[in-house]
């Protein structure tokens, strides 16, 4: 309507503008030509003099002028646009595909819908090979009717069984007979069908077949209607206007020229008058010509033909085949065979219950939505039939009957026209034969996927992959604790979960962010750097960037710093009907590769004279262990720390990297700026920038990210470290200080997935013999927190004094049996020095309170076995498992019976080494007997 | 190579003995999972009965009879049983009304609970303990080994003895029959030279004790 209005607006702009410029060309009054100076102005001076008096701009008119040329062409067609629900429809799921026509006259619900279901192996042609249900209509090969009987078939029973129902009888009456271009076009003669050329925006009007009218002129001569005008040639005024001395001279020149094409009315041929209805020669037809030619070349025109069109218009519904019978016909009628084609109920006017009869359904009337079980690789389409609110060149009042297609794609073909009168004109009309068929070709090209973008969810994956941290640095050294990149890949659009998407990741390694990448992803999983590289729901990886010099070399990157790994992941989702969706996305991440390392230290306090406050100094480098292969647990967690170094709350920090061929450093702590002033520390470094301090004051588990950025000063290229620092509550971990008397229980075997087994004992539980001290040690978690604790342990509650610091070697004062266990209690008591707390206090505002003692606790168990089968592990261990295996009552008499014969052996041994002298004479009678 | 005398070699040798088993008696360790009371009554009969035995077979290659485990070499030796005893318990009664003897005078409950089992405890248990004291003390010190200081030799193995108990389980008032036994019976087997009759002595002494206290309670 709005266009309509436009075109209104342009056309009494036009007018308006016509009617001024003729106002311009009306002959000026004789006053002006004879009467004092005559003078003539020209036209440009009288259009000018208009143009400003009524502000009138030549722009903007011409500009008016030249769209009104054209507006005949700017058509506006009937469209449909068709959306889906849900976007992202998974298999078996209902989903909704609603139409939204527009440029239609008649109501939404008084438009006919044809739908059309392609599924997916049902393409057009042989219906061998296909799956039966692609032959929908059970007749011939696949064709856009058995597509439009797929989907009628769902809106007209709505997922009735037909099964049910008893075709023995129909008593429903639920015919209906469809109207062209719409359920309300009724009681009209005349339906006028049109297809429009979208390119030059051209009405078609459809038709069997037409003849233009003819005139009875002769061969070289066409039916014309000719102007004629007469030109009067001024003569030349010479003397005083006013005293003349001799007449002008006036003369008089006809021309003629062919204005249009003469009407043919019956049988007679005429033109509007004042024009001549002539036949002409075509030499002169299309220029001015003389009288002299006009009568010479010209001949009176007195009969004629009228022309005639057959006219055509179709419905593009559903039949029960592609040549069988079109439903909605004049019949009205839908009878039993009619209702078991369609699968709807003989007995039931209104299978669907959708308040239409059941034809009606099936030619689609007012069906807006089409919802069906969605399977991977369905496409849809609709065909709607309405009345546009193009009117038609027609002496009536038709509309243009049009269809809209779901992507407005029907190109016209088998062109025509023809000329007719209407109320006294000749008019040209264009004009197609397209048929039935022809516009069904139409359709598989408007078919549309659910899964297509503009049309719901696009058939690629919607991948983002991200990966943290922002600034990893690669660690060349043997340590290998460099950090570890976490890339994560997420899909917004599956319809799968995550478990049944497949990811392959790529990980790829340059000089620069935008050329040069080389694929070392099976390079890292043969280093160990990467578990694996694609799986089921593998949404995530870790990238250990330990990527020495070995690793480096062959790519050629050897001291390249920075680096740039480019982490891609490629995700796809297969169904079951063999269609499958991928999606790709990666992240590019900057990689410090430096040998250099930010090292932390523990800290020392002390006053300064000064100013009266205390200030840190660094002390001795903590989380700075490593253990090429660790043993115990204690170990593997301190090479964590080379990671991620864990501190206790209220731990001073001092944290240093070698200034060596580095300058201007600057440090963050979370993002904040860190600076070391010389009210924290007196230290040199401190004061050259290249140390620095900070208070873990957070709470276990938060996480501060040192990060320092420095110049190379060989390059001048910046270099980044990063280092990670978790506040943790302390722990302790007790563990064995001699393994051959007590040791760790064994749980079992962890087998990773590389197929190698690992040893799995417990933490909290060890094992000794019956015999032999229990020999413990403790290892604080940190490390570096033992030397701030005071420890106490306790063996059944009985205290125990250590051997020698965090270790206790006790003997049981009685030796308890197989089975019995040992609770071994350890408590140890964390502070800081006053100093430190003064410094935490003066520097970082922590107070006193702040800065309490903690209290780690630990208990632990030892149990007291029965000996394993006799293994070689050692003699003291053999010896103590052969000793625990025999009775007790054995081992005692054995232990005795050994006592007493290597009491009698000594005395014997050192009786018979004696010396020994002749016996002297009896003495006293305490001798008699010897 | 200085040669000693033959005695004075034995003499060493028995004082080793000696030593090494009251050491050894003393010093075995106890083990846990056996009854306290089993294993002190094995290491008594091991350490203070069959070691002194052994010793005089295999290395003194003497008869048993050189630790008093022989008949008396006095006609009349069971006279001096009796007036040991009465004299002993004399002794006792003495100590028993001027000082605190009684106050804590161990007797099993079980005994103390049945005539019968008193008795029972009384023959065995008593008998068995102060056989093992007679044979090593007496026999095996006194006799074998300080035998060549005749009456002195009493006193010393008293000494000895009350050293032992002090060792062992420390001497309490409850100690006192256990040490006037031991000083008669040094007296009998001095002077019958066979431990068999101060045996029988220091048994009745004991048992007389114990009866005592156990009808004063």
Known sequence: MKSTNMRWKKFASSALSLTVIVQMMVPVPALALFGGKPKIPSATQVAKELEQRYHVNQGSVQEISEAFNVSGNKKTPPEVNIFFSPTDPKEGEKIIARAFPILFSNPSDQLYYTWYLKRKGCDLGSAGGAPAYCNADGSGGITVNDWKVAAARIIATDGADKAGFNYGSDTDSDGYRAEYGGNNQVNTTNDWCYMIDSNNGTLYELISSSSSQSFSCAAGYTAACVYGTDTINPGTITSDPNNPTSDDTFSNTSEYYVAGTPSCSGSTASCPSPMQTRCVDLSIANTTFTESQYNSLTSSLSSCTGGSTSQKCVHLFPRTSASGLQFGDSAGTFGASDEFFWGTNPNDADTADNGNKDEANVVGLGQETFEWNYQAGDQIGVVVEGTSIMSTKHDDSSYAIMWAFSKNDCPVINKGSYSTTIRGYSVSIPTTTMSEDDINACLPKNLVDPLQGGQGKSQKLDIAVSATPDNPTNDQTAEKTGDVIAATASVTNSSRPISELLYTWQVEVSDNPVTGFTDITADLVTGGMLETSAGNGLDSILVALNMDTAFLTPLGLLGTDPLYLRIGSTVKENFSSGVERTGKSDVIVRVSNTTKKIVAYSTSASLNAVTGKYRVSAAAPICNLFYPNPSTASEAMENLNKVACRVVNDEIVGVEIDPTGLSDFSWTLNGIPLSCTDAVSGDGACAAGNRVFFAATGGAGETYTLQVNATNTATGKSVTLSRTFQVVDPEVSIESADATIVWPKYLGDYTALDGTTFADYSENTFEKYVTGNIKLKAKFIPSFVGGLSSRSWSVDGEPVTESVPFEIDYAPAVAKTVGDLYNIQFSGSIIQPEEKRFALRDIWGVEALASAERVVTKSVQAEVMEPDTIMASGPKKFFAAVSSYLPASVLFSFKLIATMALLLFTVGFVFSLAPEAAPARPGRRGDRLS | ?217
Not at chain 2, 92 to 102: K, N, Q, S, T, W
Request: net charge positive; hydrophobic share 55%; no cysteine.
């Open chain 2, 1 to 217: 190579m200085t040669t000693m005398m033959l005695s004075k070699k034995r003499f060493l040798a028995d004082g080793l003995a000696v030593l090494l088993a009251l050491s050894a008696y003393y010093l075995f360790p106890v083990d846990a999972k056996l009854n306290g009371v089993t294993q002190s009554i094995v290491l008594g009969v091991a350490f203070l009965g069959i070691l002194p035995v052994l010793y005089v077979r295999m290395i003194r290659k003497e008869s048993v009879s050189a630790i008093g485990l022989g008949p008396s070499v006095r006609r009349f030796g069971w006279l001096s049983v009796p007036l040991a005893a009465v004299s002993a318990l004399s002794v006792l009664y003495l100590l028993v009304r001027y000082y605190p003897v009684g106050e804590g005078y161990y007797l099993p409950s079980l005994a103390m609970s049945s005539f019968p089992i008193f008795l029972l405890y009384e023959v065995f248990a008593v008998g068995m303990i102060a056989f093992l004291y007679e044979v090593f003390f007496r026999g095996f010190i006194q006799l074998l080994w300080l035998g060549r200081y005749g009456l002195s030799a009493v006193f010393f193995q008293f000494a000895i003895f009350s050293a032992f108990l002090l060792v062992t389980d420390g001497i309490f008032w409850q100690s006192a029959p256990l040490l006037v036994a031991a000083l008669s019976s040094g007296f009998i087997a001095s002077y019958t030279r066979s431990i068999y009759y101060s045996w029988a002595s220091g048994w009745l002494i004991l048992f007389l004790a114990d009866a005592y206290f156990l009808i004063s309670k």
